[in-house]
């Protein structure tokens, strides 16, 4: 593997990472001014223009807000079709609580260039464990063989603040604070949110609210509540540059158990590390 696959590769799995967190919680889009295969998503600012909302309908969602917030953990199942740079699939559990995101998720590449990149190193699924300072991914044994035979690799938020020419800024906060009310927070930010009405979603009872948020990158989202006034179903739409940008996810069991555990520091390489190894 030559030194600039291989760095495209570990920045490919970085976004990879990144969005299935993204989509399961609420951490934002990929920047529209570089490919997403050498950028990480970045935060998605509420917009500065409509004011906040008032009455009945902020109530509610802040009342969604809180209740979401409270929960502390759940199971997510979630998926993100990015044009056609990737699609993926993503399935397992993540807590956020004051000292950051943590959990673990099961990332399958379903689709896009990138998943066809990783399919030729071996590579079809892989687990993510995120804690509140880093996040690691597990390769396979094929690209392991290539990169000096680890197999976990560890991104440090902060590192990835220069990942991509500072395409990446912002992205320790983002990540610090993804957690599945953002989509909420952000809704409380739209000039348009409206109540759709009642629905079914997955068996449940559920209240339908939308808006669009952004201004020069406007996206619009769409939240499923129950009558505990928590997240059953989130989804967002946006653009990027290789086309049209949706994220989907499913909650079910808040307050379920969490843990990430560090991979073995002997299985592990960080990235910066091995990017500089990859250099020449």
């Excluded at 199942?77 to 993503?90: F, P, Y």
């Excluded at 339908?208 to 505990?228: L, P, Y």
């Amino acid at each position: 593997m030559t030194g600039t696959r291989a760095r495209r590769t570990v920045a490919s799995i970085a976004v990879s990472a990144a969005l299935a967190c993204g989509s399961a919680c609420t951490a934002g889009e990929p920047s529209a001014a570089a490919p997403a295969t050498s950028t990480p998503p970045r935060p998605t600012a509420p917009s500065s223009g409509p004011p906040a909302l008032t009455g009945p309908s902020a109530d509610a969602l802040r009342a969604v807000e809180r209740a979401t917030g409270r929960a502390g953990s759940a199971r997510v199942e979630s998926t993100t079709v990015m044009g056609r740079e990737l699609s993926l699939e993503a399935e397992g559990a993540l807590g956020w609580r004051d000292d950051g995101l943590t959990g673990t998720l099961t990332i399958t590449y379903t689709g896009g260039t990138t998943a066809e990149t990783m399919r030729r190193l071996g590579t079809t699924a892989m687990e993510a464990r995120y804690l509140p300072d880093a996040y690691y991914a597990r390769v396979g044994d094929e690209f392991a063989e290539r990169v000096g035979g680890r197999h976990w690799i560890k991104y440090v938020y902060e590192d990835l603040e220069d990942l991509g020419g500072g395409a990446g800024a912002g992205f320790a906060d983002q990540m610090r604070n993804t957690t599945p009310n953002q989509a909420v927070k952000l809704l409380l930010t739209a000039g348009d949110v409206r109540k759709v009405g009642e629905e079914r979603t997955r068996g449940r009872r559920t209240t339908h609210w939308s808006g669009t948020v952004g201004t020069e990158t406007a996206q619009t989202v769409d939240i499923w509540v129950d009558d505990r006034d928590l997240l059953v179903k989130k989804v967002e739409r946006g653009r990027t540059k290789t086309g049209e940008l949706t994220q989907t996810a499913y909650y079910s069991d808040y307050g379920v158990t969490v843990s990430a555990q560090r991979p073995p520091a002997g299985d592990t390489t960080d990235f910066k590390e091995l990017l500089r190894s990859q250099a020449g």
